[in-house]
């Protein structure tokens, strides 16, 4: 089960003039993007910038004061249910941890996943399939068996990436994937998604866009009302960086690098 896009399943992503609020203030103001295709979209930004907010409103958890979302011509805005038929979301593990407090190992979610989403297979297809997105992120058989709660960070998140991955849909929206997880578990998920990237179109945030760089087609730099969007050169530059992060931008030769509660090797100047 690999979702191929053919060139009528591509998704066509248009956000027009979008913003979100939360509780009377407004965490990102009048974002506009469009992208088509496959490939990596990079959100990067200080802490507090609305990158989370971003992601949940392009998934339709989020009524927007203003602006709309848009997916091959449908308008998704604020109707989480239509937009599941276009994006699956993971969102930040520390988050997602909180919901499971129960035993439950790996393979019982996914069947799970199946079941309450309407899948009508057989028990024979259903392993199948769990065993197929289980592999596209690393995990192997003997994992699926392990309760999620004495699993390791980086077992946890390729649980919840597998999660998303069983509903095949073109757009997977990833909230700092690779935070709280050991290097090893690290590099093993980035690949994952660098390879996912070539069937889907994945809207990842991150505080170190290094690992993703490879397969990056735009990115997303912002900081609630002020944002850049573009090609990877345009906004990997020193003088475009410094306008959202300030002093927390220190060079080192030519290498820039961020401090914004995680060191992130950025960019050499160009």
Not at 66 to 92: C, E, H, M, W, Y
């Amino acid at each position: 089960m690999v979702c191929t896009l053919t060139p009528e399943k591509l998704p066509q992503l248009h956000v027009e003039s979008l913003t979100l609020s939360y509780n009377g203030e407004n965490i990102i103001e009048n974002v506009s993007l469009s992208y088509s295709g496959s490939g990596i979209i990079q959100v990067i930004g200080p802490n507090g910038a609305g990158k989370s907010t971003l992601l949940r409103g392009l998934a339709g958890l989020i009524k927007p004061k203003n602006g709309r979302v848009t997916v091959n011509n449908k308008d998704i805005t604020g109707k989480p249910f239509l937009a599941s038929k276009f994006i699956s979301f993971v969102p930040q593990m520390t988050l997602t941890e909180r919901g499971i407090n129960f035993p439950i190992s790996a393979r019982e979610l996914l069947v799970f996943e199946l079941k309450v989403s309407g899948y009508k297979l057989s028990k024979v297809e259903a392993e199948v399939r769990i065993e197929k997105v289980a592999e596209r992120v690393g995990l192997k058989d003997w994992e699926l068996d392990i309760d999620l709660r004495s699993m390791s960070g980086g077992q946890k998140q390729k649980v919840f990436i597998a999660r998303a991955l069983i509903h095949d849909r073109p757009i997977l929206l990833l909230d700092e994937p690779l935070s709280s997880i050991d290097p090893a578990s690290r590099s093993e998920i980035a690949d994952s998604i660098l390879t996912l990237s070539e069937n889907k179109l994945i809207i990842v945030t991150s505080h170190d866009p290094v690992p993703f760089m490879r397969s990056t087609k735009k990115m997303l730099l912002i900081n609630r009302s002020l944002y850049f969007y573009g090609d990877p050169e345009e906004i990997m530059r020193e003088e475009v960086l410094e306008k959202v992060y300030g002093s927390m931008l220190m060079k080192n030769g030519k290498h820039l690098h961020i401090f914004d509660d995680a060191c992130s090797h950025i960019a050499n100047k160009q």
